[in-house]
């Protein structure tokens, strides 16, 4: 069984950082694509990032690209978002997920990804 606990939400004046941490359960995490998304109040959730099992390929929403990163260290069973730059319209609950598509898969596109886990997401508010 799979489960992912994030942490390091908060808030934060716009033009401020965040760094959120999602750590993972289990022995297979360094086989698996990670991904966060988020889910604003009346949206529809949306992707932020996904990084492939090796950390060697990396996706962006459009939104966040040149302020995000995202990262990985699979020694310590744990997936990260650093959030730089951020504006009122990041605020949302962000959560973590892992994909179930294959081991050591890397597609082209993050829309290739299934996502099966999923943490319970952790709130980000970005003040004006």
């Known amino acids: 069984q799979v489960q992912l606990v994030e942490s390091g939400g908060g808030l934060v004046q716009a033009g401020g950082s965040l760094r959120l941490s999602c750590a993972a359960s289990g022995r297979t995490f360094s086989a698996y694509a990670m991904g966060w998304f988020r889910q604003a109040p009346g949206k529809e959730r949306e992707f932020v990032a996904a990084?492939?099992?090796?950390?060697?390929?990396?996706y962006y929403a459009d939104s966040v690209k040149d302020r995000f990163t995202i990262s990985r260290d699979n020694a310590k069973n744990t997936v990260y978002l650093q959030m730089n730059k951020l504006r009122p319209e990041d605020t949302a609950v962000y959560s973590c997920a892992r994909d179930s598509r294959a081991q050591y898969y890397t597609p082209r596109d993050y829309q290739a990804f299934s996502w099966a886990y999923w943490g319970q997401g952790t709130q980000v508010t970005v003040s004006s």
């Open positions: 990084i492939d099992w090796s950390g060697g390929r990396l």
